[in-house]
């Protein structure tokens, strides 16, 4: 998954100038004042499927929720005058850039990513848009690094009293 994350942060970073910060989803928006810059895009894995593949492996079909969050006050009315309706409306292009960004995204560990849906909670102080992707993950444990013992010597269990 760690591939797939830094994949989507990088392409965001490439082809979607607008947006201004993109993490993982902590719960960031349910904050009183959310530590993030707008517009933001929060990327979370919601859940996987197992999927045998052979004898030792298997993938896992991945579903990944980009939220996507803007800070808006322009009008959008019928009755907002064109110029300020057409910047009023603007995030919904820089909705769907962050779409085709992600959209077919592939990279070593994992084959394309599929948009399936999307849903907007409803909010009054900001507009958040939840685009939800699946795609094929292939797992691969990490390779184990050595970390020297960098703690007390090998009698650090012994009590000072019993030390003859």
Same mark, same amino acid.
């Given at each position: 998954?760690?591939?797939? $994350?830094?994949?989507?942060?990088?392409?965001?970073?490439?082809?979607?100038?607008?947006?201004?910060?993109? #993490?993982?989803?902590?719960?960031?928006? #349910?904050?009183? !004042?959310?530590?993030?810059?707008?517009?933001?895009?929060?990327?979370?894995? /919601?859940?996987?499927?197992?999927?045998? +593949?052979?004898? /030792?492996?298997?993938? &896992?079909?991945?579903?990944?929720?980009?939220? =996507?969050?803007?800070?808006?006050?322009?009008? !959008?009315?019928?009755? %907002?005058?064109?110029? $300020?309706? #057409? &910047?009023?409306?603007?995030?919904?292009?820089?909705? #769907?850039?962050?779409?085709?960004?992600?959209?077919?995204?592939?990279?070593? @560990?994992?084959?394309?990513? +599929? @948009?399936?849906?999307? %849903?907007?909670?409803?909010?009054?102080?900001?507009?958040? @848009?939840?685009?939800?992707? !699946?795609?094929? /993950?292939?797992?691969?444990?990490?390779? *184990?690094?050595? =970390?020297?013992?960098?703690?007390?010597? *090998?009698?650090?269990?012994?009590? *000072?009293?019993?030390?003859?």
């Amino acid at each position: 998954m760690k591939a797939i $994350y830094l994949a989507c942060q990088a392409a965001l970073a490439a082809k979607v100038p607008a947006i201004r910060w993109v #993490d993982f989803d902590m719960g960031q928006l #349910d904050q009183p !004042t959310p530590p993030v810059s707008y517009p933001c895009v929060l990327i979370d894995f /919601n859940s996987a499927q197992a999927v045998p +593949t052979g004898e /030792n492996f298997s993938a &896992e079909e991945l579903t990944v929720e980009i939220a =996507v969050a803007f800070q808006l006050r322009e009008r !959008t009315s019928s009755k %907002t005058p064109t110029q $300020y309706k #057409d &910047e009023a409306l603007s995030h919904l292009d820089t909705l #769907d850039l962050v779409r085709t960004s992600l959209e077919g995204l592939s990279g070593s @560990y994992f084959a394309g990513m +599929t @948009y399936s849906s999307f %849903t907007r909670d409803k909010r009054l102080d900001l507009r958040v @848009y939840r685009l939800r992707f !699946t795609c094929s /993950n292939f797992p691969v444990a990490p390779d *184990p690094q050595y =970390v020297p013992w960098e703690g007390p010597g *090998p009698d650090f269990c012994v009590h *000072p009293d019993l030390v003859p």
